[in-house]
C-alpha cells in the first residue's frame, strides 16, 4: 500500500462496501431482488417460462439465460434509452453474456426440467460494480425461484447448486482495492472481475489492464483479495436466504 | 353503483389506492421519484440536459420530452425487452407521448432557457394505471429539478408550473370505478385516463370504449369522479412537495 | 364567438370541409376508398386474410387491425420515409392503434369466423384531421370488405355494425371550431378528436391542451360541436355506401 | 408470332397498355404527376430541398435522388409494409436506385445551383411495370419541380434536359410483348427493361432470363419494340406537359 | 478507338485482366473459390442446407440464393461495416439478387431436390468487376458443391447445367473497353454488365449511361466484346474444373 | 497429463498449431495481414483514418479500434450473415472489445496525433482460437500502419508499443492443452484466453470454466502453459515484420 493513499470512502484496501440484499423487492417474478454494493442499486429477477429454446429442445434439460441493462438515468450523466437507439451496445451484450455464464455454473441444468430461467438485471443506479452486484443478486433470485419452481412440482430434482458471487478488484495509484466504486474504476490500472463460489474455485475471471500492464504477482494478489470478498459475499446471500 | 358489486380490494368505487410518493430514490438524476399507486411502482426522473433539439434551438426557450417504459419484469407475465427486440412497441410510444404533453403543460418553457428536461418513468412493477402514476411522479421529479436549475443560477425565471397529476377511471360491470388495478381494467367496458390541474382544467383526457360505447352521462359521471381523484393527487404532491 | 374571428376558408365555425367518398378507388383490396376532408386525402383498404394472430387463435373469432401512414410528400415539407429510417415514428404507432380501436367498435369479431381485416389509412395529402379523415374512410372500406366475405360465404353471421365517425374539433382564437385544417390546427389552443356512432356514442375521445388547459365547459361545447360533425359524416357513409 | 398466340388484355404484341399522365395529383410537392400504364397506377412527386448530400457540398452542383415503394394494399395479395418490418427489400431498393440513375440523365446537375429534387414514386395500384411506369412519371414531375424552381428564380440556368421514358418488354410464350401486366410477367421467359429518350439512345437497359435465355436475336427484337413504346410514351409525356 | 488512348494498365481494348480460380480455398463450405480478375478478389463459397424457403416447400424442387458482400477494408477508402450500420446497403442488395438470378440460371432446381444452396461471395479485396467476378467464381464453387451432394447422394438427377460467366464492358474517352478496373470505371461514360453462357445466348444484360447516353451501335459494340471475354472465362472455369 | 490422452492433430500438450504471418495480404488498408492459427485463419487490417470520435476531439491524441466479424462461411455450418439480420450477435460485440482493448496496450495514443486506426479482423476460416489469431494478426497490421503514417510524416513520435499477442489454454480431459482447435475448445471444461507481451505481463485474462470450476492451481498451470505460447508468437510476429 502506497504511504498516502486513502480511499474516498475511507474503506480499508480489501473491505467491501455496504452489502444490502432484499428479496421480493418486486411481486411478480418468481425471484425478485435488489442488490446493493454502496451505491450501486440492481434489481435483479429470475422469471420461469415453460420450454426451451430451439437447441435445448428434446434434450430433457432446462436452460437459464440473462439481460443485463442500465436505466437511462442510472449513471451520472443520462445515457440514450437502448430500445430508442434500437440496438443493444457491445458492453450490455458483454455483460448479459457473462451473467448467464456465471449463473448457469449455479444450476444443474439437467435437474430442471425442459423449463427456462430467465434473469433480469435492471441496473437503477450505477456507481461501479454493476456486473458484480448483479451476478450476486441474481444468485438470490434464481433460489426463491427454483424454491418456487420446486413448490409447484414441475422440478423432480434439486437444480440449485452452491452460491456463486462476484467481485471487482483493481489496481489503483498503485494499490490492490476491492470493490471499487465508479471513482476507483475510472481511473484504475487495472481492473479485475472475478466470479467465484465457497470453495474458492472459479467460475470466471476477467482481467483488463485498462491503463498499463500487470505481472503475475499482482495478479496473484489481486486474486487473494478477491477470494475474501466473494467468500464474504456469499456469506451475505446466505444470511439474506436464512441459510 | 350495481347491487351486488364489490371491488376485489374492498375500495369505495371513488376511492384511490393508497399512494405513496418518495423523492430522491435514487441521486444521480436532477429528481428521482418513486410513485407508487397501489402495487404499481414508476420511477420517475427528471434529468437537465444543456441545449434543445434542433427545432428549438436559437428560440430562446427550452423544451422537455418524456420516455416511458417498462422493465420485462414488471408485469405478470415477463415481457421481451424492447431494446433486444430492437423496436420499441406502440403502445409505449403512445405513452411516452402522453406524458410528455402532459408535463409540458406543468412548465412554461419561455422560462427555461435553452435547457431540455428529460423525463424518464420506468415502470419497476405493473398494476394497472402505469401512465397516470407516471405523470402524477413525474410532476414531483420535474419540480425537483427545476429547484436544482434555480439553484445553479441557470434558469432567472420561474419555469414551474401549477401539479397536474392524472387518474384512470373505468366502467366495471357498470359501475365508475377510480383508480383501475390490472385485474379490473383488464375487464372494464370504459377506460378513462384524465390529466388535470388543481383548478380542475383539463390538460388531456383520453377515453375508450375497449368493450363497449359510452354515452355523454357515462363521460359526465367518470369526469366527476376523475376530478375527485386528481385533486387527492395533487394534495399528494404537495405534501410529498412539503408545499 | 369572439366578434372579428374569421375562418381562412370562409367555413362557419360549426362547418365540415367538402366530404368526398369514394369506393372502388382501387383493384385489389377487398374494400377501398378515397375520403377527402377538403384538402385531406387518404386512401383506406381493408384487406382479409384468412386465420387470426396467435393470441386469437382456436377463440373462433375473427381480428381488425389498422396501420396508417404517410406518404413522404403528403406534407408541405417532404418528409424522411419511414421504411428508410429503419423505424415507426411514435405518431404513426399512436394513430395506427388509434384507428385499429376504433373500427374494432364497427365490427363483432365473434361474427367474422378466423379471419383477419387488414386496413390500410395511407394519407396521399396532408392538411389536418389525417386521422379522423381514416377512421371514416375505413368504416366504407370495410363495409365492402365484408360484403365481399359474405358474397364468399365464408362468414356465416352478420359482422358490420353500425357506422362510426370521427371527427376534429379545437378551439382556435377561443372559438370552436368544427373539423380543422393543418392552418387552424397547428395554432389551435386545444384539440379534441371524437369517434362516434349514430346514436351519439362515443367510441373513442382524446382531448389535448396543446397550448392551454381547457374547462368541463369547453369540453361540452366542442363535443356538442362534434356530435353535429359526426353525424353528418355518417349520412356521408351512409349515401357512400347507397344504404 | 405464335399461331394462336392472344394478349389476354387484346393488344396487338407491340401495343401499349392505356397511358394516363394527370399533373397536379396533390398539391404540396413542387411536381406531382399520377401515371397509370392500365391498371398500374403510380403517384410520382419531386421535392425540392435547398442543399446536397455530403458528397457534393461545395460542388456548385445539384442533386437529384429517388425512392419507390409500394403500398401494401397496392399487390393482390396484400404485402407486409416495409417500415413495420423495420427493412427495405431488396426489390425496392433495386428500383430507388434505378429510378434515380435514369433521371438524373434528364436533368444537368450543374444548372441545378446546390439544390435537390427528392422525387417519391409510390405505387397505389401493381399490375405490372412499376418500375417504368415510375420513371415516365417522374420525368413529368420533374419537369413541373424545375419551373417552380425557375419561376422562383433559384436556377439560374436551364437544368432539364429532353425526355426519358422507360418500357418492359418480354417474351410470352415466345412472342415478343410490349409493356407487361402483372399476368404476363410472371410467366415471361425473358423481361427486359429499357430507359430511352426521345433519339432512342439508352439511358439504361436491363435484361433477364427469368425462365431461359435468351440469343442476340431475340434481344434485338425486344429493343425494336422497346423504341417503340419509348417513343410514344415520351409523346405522352409531351402531351401532358403541353409542349 | 481514339488514338492517343491507352489503358493504365497496357491492356488491349478487348483483353481481360489476369483470371485465377482458386478451388477449395477454404474446407468448410461445400464449394469454396478464390476467384481474381487482376486485383480484384472475391472469396466464393456454396454451402448446402436441407430443406427449402417456405414458398418453395413441397414443390419437390430446390433453390439457390445468394448474398454478396464486401469487407470493410476492401476498398481504397475503408466503407463502415453493413452489420454495424444495422442495414444492407442498397446496391449490396442490388448485387446479392443480380447473383443469386445469374446462378439459379446455371443449375435445374427441380433435379435437386428439396436441397438449399447458398452462395456466398466475400470481396477480400476490390478493384472494379466484383459483381461479375462474384458470378464467375461463384459457378465453379457450385459446381464443386453440387458434386458433393452427388456423392453423397441426395440428389439423383443432374442438376449443374452449364457454365454461366459475367463481364463487365465500358466506354472509356469513347473506346469500348472489356473488363473495367475500379479507375476506368469510375470515369466510364456506359458501363455494362453480362451475363452468358457458351451458346452466347444470355441470362442477363444490365447497361447503364453513367455520364452520358448510347446508341444501339455502340451497345452492339459492347455486346461483341463482351460475348469474348465471357467466352473466354468459361474456358478458364472449365480449366479450374479439370473438364 | 492423463494416462491415455493424445490430441487428435498429435500435438503436444504445450504445443501451438502451426502459424502462419502474411503480411501486404490486401493493398488497399495501410497494414494488411493474413494469420493463420492452424486451419484457423483470419484476414487482419489497419486502416487509418483522419481524425478521431468526439471524445477524444481536441484531446492532441489519438484513437484505436477494432471490429472482429465472421464470414457466413467460415464455420462447419454456414451461418447466417450479420448484416441480413439487421443486429450484431453479443459474441461479435464481445470479441471485437477485446481485440480493441488489447490492441489499445500497444500503441501509445499521445505519440500518434489525432487519427484514428481501425482494426478489422475477418475470419476466413474458424477452428477455435479465432480471437486469440485475431489480436496476434492485428499486432503485425498495426504495425505496418504505423510504418506508413511515419512514412508520411503524420505521425512524428513513435507510437508503437511492444508486441501484444494472445492465445488460449483449456482443460480437455483433465489436460491442460495449449492452442485449442474447435473440436478440443467445444468440450473444454475450462477456457482462458490470455493476451500478454514479452516481458510477461498481462494486458488480459478471460478464463471461463465452461462445462465446470477451476482452482487457483489449475490457473496457474495454464497461465504458464499461455506465456510459453504467447512468447513463442511474439518471436513469430518479430519473424514476420523482420525484427
Known sequence: MTESFQRADGRELDQLRAVRITRGFTDNPAGSVLVEFGNTRVMCTASVEEGVPRFKRDSGEGWLTAEYAMLPSAT????????????????????????????????????????????????????????????????????DAIAVLKDRGVVPGEPLLDPVAAISVGIVDGNVCLDLPYEEDSRAEVDLNVVMNASGNFVEIQGTGENGLFGRDELNDMLDVAQKGCFELIEAQKAALGW
Chains 1, 2, 3, 4, 5, 6 share one sequence.
Open 76 to 143: 451520472h450523466e443520462r445515457m440514450p434509452r437502448e430500445s430508442m437507439r434500437g440496438k443493444v451496445k457491445g458492453r450490455t451484450h458483454e455483460i448479459s453474456r457473462l451473467v448467464g455464464r456465471a449463473l448457469r455454473a449455479a444450476v444443474d441444468l439437467s435437474q430442471l426440467g425442459e423449463n427456462t430461467i430467465q434473469l433480469d438485471c435492471d441496473v437503477l443506479q450505477a456507481d461501479g460494480g454493476t456486473r458484480t452486484a448483479s451476478i450476486t443478486g441474481a444468485y438470490v433470485a434464481l433460489a
